[in-house]
């Protein structure tokens, strides 16, 4: 176990808010709340569940899930603007989060103002939130392509106003790990605020660039199921929350045992499905053929286990095929009760593994039983 992150971490799952913006996602009332429901029962502490700004209905869904007695924490997203805040403050959520955007390049092309007037909004509509009796938290959208000054001044600012948290956001996915880790460091020295890091996933990094953050002094991490998310998504729950309990040993309160469920539910809902090697859910990722490691599990498996896939729930499982050696063979046989002498498996494989390369697919029961029939004469075991 490498060097332990020293401070106690939760997971702020954003699937109801970054991962229905992924394009062409889309959930009705109905499937938000059951998501909601979902997450809570699987002991996710704390939960981004919506935009207040895009008007009554959302609000509707957003009160009715801060309301249905959840355990964990409802955060809900707004612009940094005095419209967006009054939305914001009717859903009840326990954090308000302010968005506002911090690298120039959107400061100026996007919002077409200057730097001095982002500062002003922060301090205007932080306030204003705190006057309200609300808890703000201040996103820093394209922080990882800010001025690290200006990025200050504008965390100075947020501190100052009454913000309790900043979310560092990768918007565009740019980071590296060992960057990550630089900017959160410093971020960490010069600020007493909790620090979510928010990573996107567009050069893949996005765990290993939450993990870093984390590494860093982040308190918070962004993540959505199977990483659902604007483009190539946020980093996954279930990799967030894995990752951190084997190499650091830090548990997030999450039921492990409930990811692969949590996933189905979400792929459904978004129509988006999971690929079968996607890791800790994908549908392939306990299933073993190459007859080495296959060999290596039967006699011990710590040989090939990262994990034992009953932590998510799941189990291995030992499959046929044309990588497939005599070990699994005969663990194959034997489970179905096929009594297999030693000169029958070289003449069992062969077809295994020519069965295999034309079906692309390992043989189902059945077919390992035609296949065994079709050889016992060839190895002169029956007429
Ligand atoms: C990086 C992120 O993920 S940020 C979250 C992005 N999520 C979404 O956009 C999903 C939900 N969005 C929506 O429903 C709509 O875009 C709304 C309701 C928020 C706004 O809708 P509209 O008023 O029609 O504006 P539209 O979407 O065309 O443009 C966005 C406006 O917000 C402004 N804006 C963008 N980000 C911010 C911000 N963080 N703070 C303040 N203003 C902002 C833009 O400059 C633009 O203003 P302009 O029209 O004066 O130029
Ligand atoms: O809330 C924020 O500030 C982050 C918004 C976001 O999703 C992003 O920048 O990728």
Known sequence: MHDPVAWPVTVNDTT????????????????????????????VPE?????????????????????SGLRARTMVWAR??????????????????????????????????????????????VAAARDAGLTPSVGLEDASRACPDFLLRVVETAQRAGAVRVRYADTLGLLDPFTTRDRI??????????????????????????????????THASVTVNGLGERAGNAPLEEVVMALR?????????????????????????C??????????????????????????????RNYETFDPAEVGREHRLVLGKHSGAAGVRAACQRLGLPLPD????????????????IKRAPSD?????????????AGLVN
């Open 272 to 301: 988006r499905p999971v690929a079968a090697n996607k890791c800790i859910v994908g549908e392939a990722v306990f299933s073993h053929e190459s007859g080495i490691h296959v060999d290596g599990l039967l006699k011990d498996r």
């Open 185 to 218: 460091a410093s971020l960490r020295s010069e600020c007493d605020l909790e620090i979510e890091i928010h990573a996107h996933n567009d050069l893949g990094l996005a765990t290993a660039n939450t993990l870093a953050a984390l590494h860093a002094g982040a």
């Open 246 to 270: 084997h190499l650091y040993g830090v548990e997030t309160g999450v039921d492990t045992r409930t990811l692969p469920a949590l996933s189905q539910r979400v792929a459904g809902a978004a």
């Open 47 to 67: 939960m981004e569940v919506g935009i207040a700004a895009m008007g009554d209905a959302e609000v509707a869904v957003i009160r009715a899930i801060t309301r």
């Open 80 to 125: 940094m603007s005095e419209i967006d805040l009054r939305l914001a403050a009717r859903c009840d959520a326990d954090l308000v989060h302010l968005a506002v955007p911090v690298s120039d390049i959107q400061i100026t092309h996007k919002l077409r103002q200057g730097r001095e007037a982002v500062l002003a909004m922060v301090k205007r509509c």
């Open 366 to 378: 059945d077919q390992l039983e035609r296949l065994y029939i079709g050889v016992l004469p060839l």
């Open 16 to 43: 109801l808010r970054d991962g229905e913006q992924t394009a062409g996602v889309a959930f009705t009332d109905e499937e938000k709340l059951q998501i909601a429901r979902a997450l809570d029962d699987a002991g």
């Open 343 to 358: 000169e029958a498996v070289p003449l069992l494989l062969e077809r295994i593994r020519a069965h295999a390369t034309a």
